[in-house]
């Protein structure tokens, strides 16, 4: 008796209409939790609060997505890490130049880290400093932290000639002094130890510290960055690299975007 299948469509059928019943793409909170944002909770209070755009537009709870076409962004940043890139942390010691060649021969950063995939230093640092260098491919995000207008902080370790730096100096500092090329954003300044400076600022105009600490009469003898952003580590030893962790990966994006720019790919 085949009564059933009169009434029933073949299976084929139902199989069709279920699959285009089935809803396309991921769900959002879950690609921004896979991406290191957080729980999934977390994730959909970011979509509730707003913060969460796809393709330009403010995302609402339930979005799907597809990753691999959709933008997704978070207050304007990309979130997304595509395959393939590398982000490394690495501690750039003294006499090591930030650029891929050097025209004296001297060693360079790209020595230090995989020669594959190839990466680029991230902002600059003089040869003669040490300290936090980040490396990647991701252009993007490399512009994005090198810019000034983004404001991602970067924190020094000064040590300077001439003893105790007064207080009218660290006043200089702090609001800023004139430069050949325009005058210094405002810069955080403390001292932990007399002639040592802890500076934080976060423009990257070419030797900005050391010529701030000349213009107040303290020339630098030594220059370590200690921090990028929210990304510090004391135990990484001179010389050795590691990968960001997602959340440090998270917490720049996040710096960046703070800064209240919108990503902007022509930068
Ligand atoms: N400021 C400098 O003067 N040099 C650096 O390498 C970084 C910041």
């Known amino acids: ?150 404001g991602v902080d970067k924190e020094y370790l000064v040590e300077v000639d001439g003893g105790r730096v007064s207080a009218g100096g660290l006043r200089a500092l702090r609001d800023g002094v004139e430069l050949d090329d325009g005058p210094t954003a405002p810069a955080k300044v403390s001292q932990p130890q007399p002639g040592v400076l802890r500076l934080t600022i976060h423009e990257g105009r070419n030797r900005q510290v050391r010529r701030m600490c000349e213009a107040i009469g303290h020339p630098v003898t030594r220059l370590v960055r200690t921090r990028i952003g929210p990304v510090t580590d004391r135990s990484l030893p001179p010389g050795e690299w590691r990968e960001l962790t997602t959340d440090e990966r998270r917490r720049l994006t996040e710096a960046v975007a703070r800064s209240g720019h919108r990503y902007d790919p022509s930068l």
């Open 1 to 150: 008796m085949t009564g059933g299948d009169d009434l029933e469509p073949p299976l084929w059928e139902q199989l069709a209409e279920q699959r285009a019943e089935l809803p396309q793409g991921i769900r959002l909170q879950k690609v921004l939790a896979a991406t290191g944002w957080g729980s999934r909770r977390v994730c959909e209070e970011l979509i509730a609060a707003g913060r969460v755009t796809v393709n330009g537009a403010v995302a609402e709870l339930g979005r799907r997505v597809d990753p691999d076409h959709d933008r997704v962004e978070l207050d304007g940043a990309p979130i997304g890490v595509r395959p393939g890139l590398v982000y490394y942390l690495l501690n750039k010691p003294v006499g090591v130049v930030a650029t891929s060649k050097d025209t004296h021969g001297r060693p360079t950063v790209v020595d230090l880290v995989p020669a594959d995939p190839r990466v680029f230093s991230v902002g600059r640092l003089d040869a003669d400093t040490e300290g936090l260098l980040l490396m990647t491919n991701d252009g993007d995000l490399a512009n994005r932290i090198a810019h000034p207008s983004h």
